[in-house]
């Protein structure tokens, strides 16, 4: 496994400035012992920039495998939930190649004193999971959505929020 992660956001929960990529290498060789030889890489990145409370958040995700060796089903990527193709379950895309893209926006609607206070915004998603595990899962480019509330707690980041995927997801 190697890892690279460059992080220059300014936020975990709630980034108003600044960005991170990271870059996963994932290598499984029967001749050290694995059940299976296959590779898998992913790539990531996002960026914030703010203008006064007006916060613009852009993410993507790309990834598959290293080789012609297709990925075992426990490795495959899970995908969907709220904000990784808004309107879908958790985890309901499966497959062995993911690109996805993501275009947040979010206004400061409440400055908090200890935390970082609450939002309001909307994000616009375009995904897609290639060589899907279970045939007739969605597949091809897929656009999805979100309204949301959200407010920075002593126990991390709460949204409330609806999502909405092509096809009535």
Partial sequence: TARLLLDRLDSVAFPRHG???SVNLYNSSTSLGADSSYGRWDAE???AVTYGNHTFNFGMKFGGPTSADPLPVYN????????????FKTGQLYGEKLGFGR?????RIMRGTFLEGAYGGFSLEAG??????????PDGL????????????PLGPAYL?????????
């Fill in 76 to 87: 495959q990527f899970q995908w969907g939930g709220f904000l990784q193709q808004s309107g």
């Fill in 19 to 21: 960005w991170n990529a």
């Fill in 142 to 153: 897929l656009k999805s959505g979100s309204l949301f509330i959200a407010s920075d707690t």
């Fill in 103 to 107: 275009m947040m926006y979010y206004h």
């Fill in 128 to 137: 897609k999971v290639s060589n899907p595990l279970v045939p007739g899962s």
């Fill in 161 to 169: 929020g609806y999502g909405r995927a092509q096809g009535g997801f």
């Fill in 45 to 47: 990145g996002v960026a």
